[in-house]
């Protein structure tokens, strides 16, 4: 089983940045895919971000070019630097890993609100 514990939501302006931190621990053998999603009021979880193990990196199109994921395996943590930030952006950002043969683990949430 993974915990994930994530870090760095809050208020910012629109136009600001606010960067995302995930670490995993507990028992694994192996770290796949870290991502990130978010669930505005009212709307599904969908995706914003994803990193494999490699490197290779997946953005939804509305965070392409302002997001930034990345990861640094020897600290199993997962990052999303956030820049250019609109009142759209606004919701509970989830941290996702996929580890070992099929498991995933989801965690508790941050909030980001992007208001003036």
């Known amino acids: 089983q993974v915990q994930l514990v994530e870090s760095g939501g809050g208020l910012v302006q629109p136009g600001g940045s606010l960067r995302l931190s995930c670490a995993a621990s507990?028992?694994?053998?192996?770290?796949?895919?870290m991502g990130w999603y978010r669930q505005a009021p009212g709307k599904q979880r969908d995706l914003v971000a994803t990193?494999?193990?490699?490197?290779?990196?997946n953005y939804e199109d509305s965070v392409k070019g302002r997001f930034t994921i990345s990861r640094d395996n020897a600290k199993n943590t997962v990052y999303l630097q956030m820049n250019s930030l609109k009142p759209e952006d606004t919701a509970v950002y989830y941290c996702?890993?996929?580890?070992?043969?099929?498991?995933?683990?989801w965690g508790q949430g941050t909030q980001v609100t992007v208001s003036s």
């Open positions: 996702n890993v996929r580890y070992n043969f099929g498991s995933a683990s």
């Open positions: 507990g028992r694994f053998f192996r770290i796949n895919v």
């Open positions: 990193v494999t193990s490699g490197g290779s990196t």
